[in-house]
């Protein structure tokens, strides 16, 4: 395992995400990571926050709509997240951490779907809410707040 780690560090690609000098390595790919979760997990938790009751006077059905921004923003996370792990694969694919946060994303986007399905798909003519809103808005929140704790405490751990 330990020689498949290090093969997927040493590829060119990775080699030059971790060691280039340029900007448009590690520092714009971590940028983008940031950017690309801010978006994924600051829309879910805008729809979230909607469906627990804050902002009441904000329609339900118009959210649906940054549904796309936050699939960009997952895809961004995505290639990028796949650029930094490639970097450090043998520090962060025998950690922990990493798994949780992974645990953690996949959840947040099961729950993104279901919340599409079950929320959007069944609101009342009058905007009103199906029962399992609350339980998913805070699932939602949960899972990417998980996330982003999870993928932070990895540069320090």
């Known amino acids: 395992m330990t020689a498949v780690l290090e093969t997927l560090e040493n590829l060119g690609f990775s080699t030059w995400v971790r060691e280039s000098p340029s900007k448009l390595a590690y520092p714009t790919i971590l940028w983008l990571h940031v950017m690309g979760m801010g978006v994924v997990a600051g ?3 805008v729809i979230s ?6 902002s009441p006077k904000i ?4 959210l649906e709509r940054l549904y796309p921004l936050m699939w960009w923003g997952f895809w961004v996370n995505a290639m990028t997240g796949t650029a930094l792990l490639l970097a450090s694969a043998s520090k962060r694919l025998v950690d922990p951490t990493f798994f949780i946060k ?8 099961a729950v993104l779907r279901l919340t599409r399905n079950k929320v959007f798909r069944n609101l009342g003519p009058d905007g009103a809410l199906p029962e399992s809103a609350k339980a998913l808005a805070w699932a939602g929140l949960i899972c990417w ?7 932070r405490l990895l540069a320090y751990i």
């Not at 926050?49 to 804050?54: A, E, N, P």
């Open 145 to 151: 707040l998980g996330a982003v704790t999870a993928g």
């Open 59 to 62: 329609p339900v059905r118009p």
């Open 102 to 109: 992974m645990i953690f994303i996949f959840a947040g986007v």
């Open 49 to 54: 926050l909607r469906l627990l009751g804050v």
């Open 43 to 45: 829309i879910s938790a």
